[in-house]
Each structure stands twice: as C-alpha cells, then as structure tokens.
C-alpha cells in the first residue's frame, strides 16, 4: 500500500526540548516538503528536498532542521529555537523535479508545547 | 512575488445547489495551479491542477475549475454539491523561488448543509 506516513500522530513537547517528526514515503519521490498548518494561515514552507542529501530552507525555516539521508525518509527537528512550535506538521512528496506534479500529502503530526 | 488569495473565509450552499470557491493568483510567467482539498485532522488530498490547455479543469469527487488568465483566477466550482463536500478548501500555485514547493492560499471552509 503505497502513500507517505507520518509519526506519531500527536505529539506532545516540553519547552525547550528538542522533538523530531519522522515522514517516511514509498512512492519512490524524489521530492519532499514540509509544511506548518496554522489556524486561518493555510500552509508554510519550512524546507524542502529535491533530491538525496540536498535541502533548502522555505519560508519559515527558523528553529527547524532536516535531513535527506535516504531517499524515502525526511525526518523535521524542531528545536527549542522555535518560539512557537504548536501546529499542525504536514509532510508531502512529489514525483520529481519537475514543477508540474501535484504533492502527495502525508496524514500529519499535531505537535503540541506544553 | 507570487501570492495567492482566497477571499472568503467560508461559503455555505444547501445540498443539491452549486458551489464555487474563488481562488485569484498573483504569478510572473505561466501559472501552475492545484485545488486540495482537507478533511479534519487530515492531510491534504488533491483535487485538480491547472498546466496548460483548456481553461475548464475537471478533477475528483465532481469538482471542476475554471481558468481566467485575464482575472487571474483559478475558481473551483461543483454543479450539485453534497453534505459530504463539506471540509477546507485550499487554492495553491508552485512557486517559482522555492523549487517545486507550493504557496497556498489561507484556506475556505466549505460547509454544505442538507
């Protein structure tokens, strides 16, 4: 059954830890995203990866960090530096580098700051 | 800079009439656009995209949007629509300064009541 997972479902942080989202996908993509969903904001950007070991920062990419080691898997760190980390956390992949392919979403991660 | 715009916050239709959701873009060049749709506390799902060609998209579920280059608008429409349409609605164009990431617009909920 092919599509993009997200865990956990629901997370719940202390001020000042660390936490890591996991996206993983088996659809083959070659690009994958992350976005921060916000009540009446719709969706930011916060990194990007076009291919393996290679990613670039969207538009919010403050207090957020990547890694692109394998070509299915692109876990977000959000770190302490994150003043206001609770959100909706939405992984998506597409195709290739093409600009013409439509994202495939993954379920998402509700984190909250305690 | 790109941009897109959803002018309405909600839009409520009765069961069984038309609905249409206003998207407007601001792009330079040609505009890649996609209609997704999102049920409570999950990702997002695609509904249709715009490349090229004809200016009427037809997409899932009986959705279907029509291109106007002049207005610089990408409005999705349905001719009967059903109390199971009813979710967020988000308008997105691929954004020319972040690789094949998407800029979404901040969401219209759809409420179709019977």
């Known amino acids: 059954d092919g599509g993009i997972t997200q865990s956990p479902k629901y997370l719940f942080r202390k001020e000042g830890q660390n936490v890591t989202l996991s996206c993983e996908q088996n659809?083959?993509?070659?690009?994958m995203y992350w976005y921060r969903q916000d009540p009446g904001q719709g969706l930011r950007l916060i990194y990007y990866?076009?291919?393996?070991?290679?990613?670039q920062k969207g538009d919010i990419a403050e207090g957020y960090s990547v890694s692109r080691e394998k070509k299915e898997s692109f876990p977000l760190t959000v770190t302490s530096a994150q003043k206001n980390p609770t959100a909706f956390y939405l992984c998506?992949?597409?195709?290739?580098?093409?600009?013409?392919?439509?994202?495939?979403f993954g379920p998402g991660t509700r984190l909250t700051v305690l | 800079a790109q941009s897109v715009a959803q002018p309405e916050d909600q839009v409520n239709v009765a069961e069984g009439n038309p609905l249409t959701v206003k998207c407007t873009y601001s792009v330079s060049g040609n505009p890649y656009l996609f209609w997704y749709v999102q049920y409570p506390n999950r990702g997002l799902q695609f509904l249709l995209k715009?490349?090229?060609?004809?200016?009427l998209v037809k997409g899932s579920y009986g959705f279907e949007a029509e291109f106007n280059k002049s207005q610089t608008s990408f409005h999705l429409k349905k001719p009967s629509a059903l109390v199971s349409d009813s979710a967020l609605y988000f308008c997105a164009v691929r954004a020319i300064t972040s690789g094949t990431a998407l800029i979404f617009g901040k969401g219209t909920t759809l409420s179709v009541s019977s």
């Open positions: 990866s076009q291919i393996v070991n290679d990613f």
């Open positions: 998506a992949s597409s195709i290739g580098r093409e600009r013409l392919n439509e994202q495939f």
């Open positions: 659809l083959n993509h070659d690009a």
């Open positions: 715009y490349i090229t060609g004809d200016n």
